[in-house]
């Protein structure tokens, strides 16, 4: 006979007074962090769970939002121990935050899943020491623009010298993780450090009175191997009619830092950004990543604890635009060159779920002479890309990508348009896995616009 | 805790992805949707095919071993939370739509099918499956016979059970039957299909559905009317019917809802009002505008403020998807939430919403009552804080009052939710002594061992209280009897 294991609340259990402390847990106090406010607030209805890529592969609680908030409760009320286990199911999930378009409660998971990531890394640093990798990505490279100009030049360089072909055709690149050999397919030409230094600090509008001025948020991913469509988007900008400035000290958003559990580097990043965008006094700060724009627009939820940054970080986000909200606020944009061509967009998940921006990309595309413009069954579901999630999840990653390759490939376009660095990659990475490259593109928006205006 | 003989044997038949019983894999399972009501299975198991619910109840029935059937955990009355532990049984796997009879109208599918895919798939071949309930775009058909769901279009159309014409068994012997099928008429013995839909999985496994279609309805149109005065609203809706107009859909929102859905929504709800009716009306055009013109002439008769038509079906879907989210809207107010579905013949209707309002007066309880007007199922929804023991005390006892009144205006404890856990101390109210014995000796016939959904339905003792959840002592409460001011819902 089943033990039956009995009829409990996890609440009952911590007002129980006498229990064990949560083993491998060193430091109670870290359970403080979660704000049972919010996630009593899940009424556990699980509409969430239809819109749940990992939930959708799987069919388990464990993948879904419903669950993850769930196994949080049971963490914060010590009712489970934060393990392996636990790590495991808090990063097997996207951060895609289709969840949140979907619960009409206003559960707000992606800042709860933050939390619980840096509960968990919290507490292997306490317990366990940092894995070294870990924290040379995120305490040394992506927090120093001049770290990231090497990888840059380093990546450059290689490609350059055509070691990149030279390892594809040893099979060097074999002895490369397989996610790792397989992704760098996808990534384009880098720019040479010449053209990097001749960059123009500023780019004036062709309008004869420039309507605004406005900065230019390169970010790090985005300028590193992405820093043509960066150039693109000061020109597109440029023709909008504003004058565009590469502003001086900015850094890294901070997202990966708060996707992955580190607050605290995030936070460090965030000032960094506040002050460049304040010391340069332009209008607002644009950018053409959604998953950078999704955290710039919510640095004020990282300054909870600090009134004096708190209110900075208000008149920041207030400033903070997406490249397609304000081409769309702009007058409409004059194309000189038609371009002949079926186009479908996938939804940067930050963007759609995190911005609220569906829109104002599609009504940019559809606004090109001569494109014909085909929705695709399921847009706003994550590609799988997730920050470095298809790399951390490889398998999980790419099933998801199969998946959206079907409906991508169902509209027949010439291009598939995305708008986040992240997806960029994974789309062409799709493209490539899917064998259509000799019939479609993966672009970001700014590219299709630019090659539309020139 | 599972013996590592059965482990292993059903690891066997499902094999290690479909098996799962680790810390945090028992935790996604002990619960559902229903508010306060946790428990831990000892494994769960997620079968591909008849034949490996077969082999896992096979061994489950020898060794006595519940088995709690689960679609997609969106019950509303407990039903699928493992209160004496065993093994959960997902059968989303199962979500294959076999067929789509267009001569006969009947489509055929697995119990994971998800009820907005089901619609889906039928609606491309201009057929229509009409129950929809809240939960439909994650809600399977395989939880929809359990619980024998309504929705929104109940007041025309009937629910679940009126379209469920032949179901596969696993009955906990491992034996597979087949009841029902595709005739319109089959008076062959007793109709053991319409027992299983409403039963909880408290009987046997549902392994496949055979499910009657009709032809989609030509167009539809979508109306509000808001009300200064409640009972304006329901004697609107009693004027309709009586007018022998039957509405697709009638669903009645009062203000305290209306407000809340207002600011989740935006959707311009006028929230000075005390009441709006969500009319819609399908079928024959000429048809549909007839009606629709008659309902807002008897609306505005009856006392209504505005009526107004949706002009594009774009303004009707926002309408109706304002109705969809007002459960989960009024989460929003407080961390819980406990909606009741306490449903009176539809003449009753103001008095029971009456009812609701003084009940809830006496009790310093918040409740927001919605529904389905047009079928007398009211959805009283309390919210409070499971946190605030003494308030839950009080939630009890409103809602015990309420279902109380609902039985003296011949009405029921549960209209679609079903019973579970949640309401098992209530049945006896309404189907009494002799009625709680049969239906016991029923599930004997079908359960012997008792290993199906134990728990569910049937109370443990004569307490007309809402039973188990947060044992403050840490024991299983089946083990030992508490006073009541130890135990809460």
């Excluded at chain 1, 106090?29 to 899940?42: A, G, Q, R, T, Y």
């Excluded at chain 1, 969430?48 to 879904?64: M, N």
Aim: charged share 25%.
């Amino acid at each position: 006979m089943a033990s039956g294991s009995g009829t409990h609340a996890a609440s009952g259990h911590s007002a129980n007074p006498g229990v064990p402390t949560v083993p491998g847990c060193t430091d109670l106090s870290l359970l403080n962090k979660f704000d049972m406010n919010e996630i009593m607030n899940c009424m556990q209805c699980g509409f969430c769970l239809p819109a749940c890529p990992t939930y959708r592969q799987t069919g388990k609680e464990t993948a879904s939002p419903r669950g993850r908030i769930a196994l949080m409760k049971g963490v914060a009320q010590e009712s489970l121990t934060i393990n392996d286990e636990f790590e495991h199911n808090m990063y097997l999930c996207l951060g895609c935050r289709a969840c949140e378009t979907a619960c009409p409660a206003g559960v707000p998971y992606g800042s709860m899943l933050e939390t619980a990531r840096e509960v968990v890394e919290t507490n292997k640093k306490q317990t366990k020491g940092q894995l070294l990798i870990r924290k040379v990505i995120f305490d040394q490279v992506f927090p120093s623009p001049a770290r990231l100009k090497t990888a840059g030049t380093l990546l450059w360089t290689a490609q350059a010298t055509g070691m990149q072909k030279l390892a594809v055709s040893t099979g060097l690149v074999n002895i490369l993780p397989k996610p790792m050999a397989e992704m760098q397919a996808a990534i384009q030409t880098i720019a040479s450090p010449m053209q990097r230094r001749k960059r123009l600090k500023i780019v004036k509008s062709t309008k004869p009175k420039a309507t605004l001025r406005v900065g230019l948020f390169l970010g790090c991913m985005m300028d590193v191997l992405f820093y043509e469509i960066n150039q693109a988007t000061a020109r597109v900008l440029a023709k909008a009619g504003c004058d565009v400035e590469m502003i001086e000290n900015q850094v890294c958003c901070g997202a990966l830092h708060a996707h992955a559990g580190e607050k605290a580097g995030a936070i460090e990043l965030a000032k960094r950004n506040i002050e460049a965008f304040e010391r340069s006094g332009v209008d607002y700060l644009v950018n053409n990543a959604g998953g950078c724009g999704a955290a710039l627009k919510e640095y004020h939820h990282w300054f909870h604890d600090d009134p004096a940054w708190m209110e900075r970080a208000m008149n920041f986000v207030s400033k903070q635009r997406d490249i397609n909200e304000i081409l769309t606020e702009l007058p409409p944009l004059t194309f000189d060159k038609p371009l002949n061509a079926r186009v479908t967009y996938q939804d940067s998940c930050h963007l759609a779920h995190g911005q609220g921006i569906r829109i104002q990309p599609r009504d940019l595309i559809k606004s090109i002479p001569g494109v014909t413009y085909v929705e695709m069954n399921r847009a706003d579901s994550c590609c799988g890309s997730a920050g470095i999630y298809n790399i951390t999840n490889y398998e999980m990653s790419m099933d998801i990508l199969d998946d959206k390759m079907e409906n991508v490939k169902e509209t027949q376009p010439n291009y598939v348009v995305t708008s986040n660095p992240g997806c960029l990659i994974q789309m062409k990475h799709g493209v490539n896995r899917a064998g259509v490259s000799d019939q479609m593109e993966a672009v970001h928006i700014v590219e299709l616009l630019d090659r539309a205006l020139s | 805790m599972l013996s590592k003989e059965v482990r292993s044997e059903l690891l066997q038949i499902v094999g290690d992805k479909y098996f799962m019983d680790t810390e945090n894999e028992l935790y996604a399972y002990s619960y559902d949707s229903t508010p306060l009501f946790q428990s831990m299975p000892d494994a769960v198991v997620m079968p591909g095919s008849t034949e490996e619910i077969a082999a896992i109840l096979k061994i489950a029935n020898a060794r006595r071993i519940p088995i709690v059937p689960r679609g997609s955990g969106t019950n509303l009355c407990g039903g699928t939370v493992p209160v004496e532990g065993g093994i959960v049984m997902n059968t989303n796997r199962l979500n294959k739509i076999r067929e789509i009879d267009q001569d006969n109208l009947t489509a055929s599918f697995g119990p994971g099918v998800i009820t907005a895919d089901l619609h889906a798939a039928v609606e491309r071949l201009g057929l229509f499956y009409p129950p929809d309930p809240g939960s439909m775009r994650i809600s399977t058909m395989g939880g929809n016979v359990a619980e024998c769901a309504g929705g929104m279009r109940g007041l025309k159309y009937g629910v679940t059970k009126d379209y469920i014409m032949g179901l596969e068994l696993v009955l906990p012997t491992g034996e597979i039957l087949h009841v029902g099928g595709k005739n319109a008429k089959d008076v062959a013995g007793y109709d053991l299909t319409k027992l299983m839909v409403g039963s909880e999985g408290t009987l046997a496994v549902v392994s496949n559905i055979t499910a009657k279609l009709l032809p989609l309805p030509e167009t539809k149109r979508t109306m509000v009317a808001y009300y200064r005065s409640l009972t304006d609203a329901a004697r609107t809706v009693q004027r309709v019917i009586a007018a022998k107009i039957i509405p697709a859909t009638m669903e009645f929102l009062d203000q305290a809802t209306m407000k809340v859905v207002e600011d989740f929504a935006r959707i311009g709800l006028p929230c000075d009002m005390q009441a709006m009716l969500l009319i819609e009306q399908d079928g024959m055009e000429a048809q549909v505008e007839r009606d629709i013109m008659r309902i807002e002439e008897i609306a505005y008769q009856e006392g209504a403020v505005e009526v107004r038509l949706a002009q594009t079906t774009d303004e009707a879907n926002k309408l109706m998807a304002a109705r969809r989210a007002a459960l989960s809207a009024l989460s929003r107010v407080k961390p819980t939430t406990i909606l009741e579905d306490a449903t009176v013949p539809r003449a009753h209707l103001a008095e029971m919403t009456e009812q609701v309002n003084v009940i809830a007066k006496k009790y310093n309880v918040q409740i927001c009552t919605f529904g389905h007007a047009g079928d007398g199922n009211l959805h009283p929804t309390c919210m409070t804080d499971e946190r605030d023991k003494e308030e839950i005390h009080r939630v009890e006892k409103a809602f015990e009052e309420i279902f109380h009144a609902a039985i003296k205006l011949g009405g029921t404890i549960t209209g679609e939710h079903g019973v579970g856990i949640a309401k098992a101390g209530y049945l006896e109210l309404k189907v009494g002594e002799a009625g709680i014995d049969l239906m016991k000796r029923i599930k004997a016939a079908f359960d012997p061992n008792g290993i199906m959904n134990p728990g569910k339905i049937f109370a443990k003792s004569d307490r007309r209280r809402v039973v188990v959840s947060k044992c403050e002592c840490g024991h299983d409460e089946t083990q030992h009897k508490h006073d009541d001011s130890k135990q809460s819902v």
